[in-house]
């Protein structure tokens, strides 16, 4: 299997994102979240977006990386996703290689990444790459509080809460 790496192209490449949301990640969000993405187009913030495409043109894969609002911490911030029959063969290894690089050469100190409690599998993948829990944010429908605007949203797919794990570089 042939897998190369290309920067997003939104106009192309976003109904398939949102269909590798909806199916690897249960998030029901998903036009919020791009939406949010097309917004941050605009902004002048230091960020990538980089798909892993198969040899026949199918989006595999996903990673982001974006530096973090404070930018004089050195802080960068990762997403990735790959297609949950594309797993253990290599994809979410060259998009955090390549999203990681990416910070590196940016300057970044450390990065972090959210990890859904109930996603064990991405869990073992960033800590096999050297991220330390940091802290566990508990999510539910009802809650109140300054995520409450992000996750209520995304209630149905975060099961009780998301691990922020950090990495220093």
Known sequence: MSIHLYPVNSELDYPRLAELLRTANDEPTVSCRLQSWRVAEREPRLRWHVVAVEGGGRIAGFAEVERDADASSGAFWIDLVVDPER????????????????AWEQGARCIGIEVR????????????????????????????????????TTATAVATGVYVLVKNL
Do not use: N
């Open 87 to 102: 797993r253990r063969q290599g994809i979410g290894a060259m998009l955090y290689d390549d999203v990681v690089a990416f």
């Open 117 to 152: 409690d109930d996603a064990l599998e991405a869990l073992r993948f960033v800590k096999q790459r050297g991220f330390c829990v940091e802290r566990h944010i508990r999510v539910c429908a009802s809650a109140s509080g300054p995520f409450e605007d992000y996750y209520a």
